[in-house]
């Protein structure tokens, strides 16, 4: 990130780029607007820092340039002539904040670094929604750029071409039902029929007709054939969602249903050869459940041919964003309307979100965000919810868990953490302190 320093005292300018280089800021000094004005464009990763009063071009007008070229750069105005209505003004016409000279350094280090990461944010929105849409293959279906979204990738890759029953696991709404869809349109069974079954909320009676199927005259009320999920799944996948929720009298049933692949409708004798592979998909552990006596064994080691497990999204936040947009993009198309732009706030409150209801939740999210409704009981806006912290205490947050990230894959090695998180060690050590962090604890 580039701190563009404007003003026309060279001295003031060049004292101003001699601290913040110590501070480890990459700096550019320019002694006119009009120059400045020149190396900029929408998607310049830069924070400008420009003095209020200069001839020809001030600080106010150049603000306005900066607005129209790109509304979401950060300018930050600075004067020794500063005065309430000239900060007002400044501020309200767009600028990220109004300083008075001489300059608070501690202040300046902090604002800076706010800006940088607010403009970061925007930056990595728009390249991502630019990506999104190159996006092709497996990596359109199943999105993140996290490392277990991409082992999860390679996984269903593999797995999707030996015909193996799986299980995936996964807390409520984390994308279990698109993995097992992933499992199946990859495979040599892709032309076949995706056929898939909820076991929660079903009494017995009504999921054995679901799954097995019934002639007519079975039972009271069955007055037509039914074909089952089993027999429809015939030759394609059979997906068995919140299968822990399965009566144990069912389970013995689908046990012999999976060793025989063969089944018999109810009412029936007549044995019905099926071709397909099963997929389990679970909330809970079915080796606990097993050892509790609430789930088989027996059943549990044939469908364990292989597993595959989603983490929550508060555990992989690097897909918070990614998945935000996508949803967001198809909503746009939904519902015919144009992506606004997504505000470094309104993106910094869902980073710093937990997610409880997963992607689920942020598909929700982005849908109400494309509509334009915030007066919601889930996740609002962070200017309409009362109950989030400060936009200084979740910056404070976001910038402890960037770092927490960084000294965790550098094993605590301190050049090592700084390259990754582009900074000096310097500042590293600066911010470490802050936070109070010790690089003993991520060795």
Not at 175 to 186: E, F, I, S
Not at 195 to 204: P, T, W
Not at 319 to 345: G, V
Not at 412 to 431: D, F, H, P, V
Request: hydrophobic residues 40%; proline residues 3%; glycine residues 6%.
């Amino acid at each position: 990130m580039l701190i563009v320093i404007i003003d026309d005292d060279q001295e003031v300018a060049s004292a101003l780029s001699e601290m913040l280089e110590l501070e480890g800021f990459t700096v550019a000094v320019f002694y006119s607007a009009e120059q400045a004005l020149q190396t900029l464009n929408a998607n310049s990763p830069a924070i400008i820092l420009s003095d209020v009063r200069m001839p020809k071009m001030g600080g106010l007008s150049l603000l306005g340039q900066i607005q129209k070229l790109d509304s979401s750069l950060p300018v930050i105005l600075m004067s020794g002539h500063g005065d309430i209505p000239m900060a007002i003004n400044a501020m309200e016409k767009g600028a990220h904040y109004f300083l008075e000279k001489p300059l608070d350094p501690e202040k300046l280090v902090s604002l800076l670094n706010q800006a940088s990461q607010q403009r970061r944010l925007v930056l990595e929105s728009r390249t991502l929604q630019k990506d999104l849409r190159q996006l092709s293959g497996i990596e359109k279906f199943i999105i993140g750029k996290s490392e277990a979204i991409i082992s999860i990738r390679q996984s269903v890759l593999a797995l999707s071409q030996v015909n193996v029953d799986t299980i995936i696991y996964g807390d409520t709404g984390s994308g279990k039902d698109v993995v097992a869809q992933a499992l199946h349109l990859y495979s040599p069974r892709r032309d076949k029929r995706f056929v898939a079954i909820n076991c929660g909320g079903m009494s017995e009676s009504l999921i054995e007709s679901e799954l097995f199927g019934h002639e007519v005259g079975s039972f009271t009320g069955a007055n037509k054939l039914h074909i089952g999920k089993i027999e429809a799944a015939n030759g394609g996948t059979l997906f068995l969602d919140e299968i822990e929720s399965m009566p144990l009298s069912v389970q013995i049933k689908l046990l012999r249903v999976l060793q025989d692949r063969c089944i018999e409708r109810l009412g029936s004798s007549q044995p019905i050869n099926v071709k397909m592979t099963v997929i389990a998909a679970s909330k809970d552990n079915l080796v606990t459940l097993s050892n509790k006596g609430l789930f088989r064994k027996d059943l549990f080691y044939r469908l364990n041919v292989a597993s595959i497990s989603i983490p929550s999204l508060c555990q992989r936040r690097g897909d918070i964003l990614p998945l935000f947009l996508h949803y967001a993009e198809l909503a746009c198309t939904r519902y015919n309307k144009k992506m606004p732009e997504i505000s470094p706030q309104y993106t910094d409150s869902m980073l710093s979100h937990n997610w409880p209801g997963n992607v689920r939740e942020l598909k929700n999210a982005a849908d109400r965000f494309i509509l334009g409704i915030t007066e919601s009981s889930g996740y609002t806006t962070p200017e309409l919810d009362e109950n989030m912290n400060g936009y200084d205490e979740r910056m404070d947050q976001f910038e402890r868990q960037l770092l927490e990230e960084g000294l965790r894959t550098g094993n605590g090695q301190i050049k090592e953490t700084a390259e990754l998180l582009n900074m000096t060690s310097k500042t590293l050590y600066r911010k470490m302190k802050k936070h109070f962090l010790d690089k003993n604890t991520y060795k």
